[in-house]
């Protein structure tokens, strides 16, 4: 039996002709970067999770309760340069023992400070230690707090974050670690409290800086201290 090739070879060309004709056909490069949904979902800035506060963006709202029981909105400080610290009772960093942040001095030193670069700034302590660590409930956690903020002839509010909410919302990692929001509401500072050596204070500088009407420099910087116990599941 003789094949005919040249009528199958024009029924096949014919055949894919058709097919091509019917099925849809693909964007562009352009259309398809113009139209593809944002990876990732929400946003993200370099060196900086989904979760967390992100420099040059507005800063997490909260609501939270203090050990002297008054309620704390950051909301209600619009207009005023804010200073949030992490604190822990039993870090050697934070403030357990003398030679932490609270312990050395170098807290009451950093407030005056700031007082004394712009007298409306507000400072506050957050502690988020989840319930039940070392045996404390978050009650007692922040009472120590609290005591250890008294003992240094201070009156800075803590702030209790029992349920880490707050925390993770702003991404602290350590006590203690500082983000300073001005009074647009936006974060203008991430990091550490003042240099290694001691040699310059982050903080009063961004302050200062801020009171000038002047770019916070730096902007960020690398925090240590003990890591955050935060609850599980938070």
């Known amino acids: 039996m003789r094949m005919n090739y040249k009528a199958i070879t024009a029924s096949v060309v014919a055949s894919a002709a058709l097919l091509f004709a019917a099925a849809p056909q693909d964007a562009t490069e352009g259309d398809a970067h113009k139209h593809a949904p944002p990876v990732g979902g929400a946003h993200k800035e370099k060196g900086h999770k989904n979760a967390g506060a992100v420099i040059g963006h507005p800063a997490p709202e909260f609501t939270l309760t203090g050990v002297d029981g008054k309620t704390y909105n950051l909301a209600d400080y619009k207009g005023s340069t804010v200073v949030l610290e992490w604190f822990c009772s039993t870090c050697p960093v934070s403030g357990g023992g003398d030679g932490s942040y609270w312990g050395s001095g170098s807290a009451s030193k950093t407030i005056a400070g700031v007082k004394a670069a712009d007298p409306s700034a507000v400072y506050l302590s957050i502690n988020s230690t989840k319930d039940g660590h070392q045996g404390k409930t978050s009650a ?82 690398k925090n240590k201290g003990c890591g955050i116990k935060y609850a599980k599941g938070q």
């Open 140 to 221: 007692e956690e922040g009472a120590a707090s609290a005591a250890v903020i008294t003992k240094a002839g201070q009156t800075v509010p803590m702030l209790v974050d029992a349920d880490g909410k707050v925390g993770h919302a702003y991404g602290a990692k350590t006590t203690p670690h500082v983000f300073i929001v001005d009074g647009t509401g936006t974060v203008v500072y991430i990091g550490a409290p003042a240099s290694d050596d001691g040699a310059t204070n982050y903080i009063v500088n961004a302050v200062t800086a801020l009171k000038a009407g002047k770019p916070v420099e730096p902007s960020t910087t």
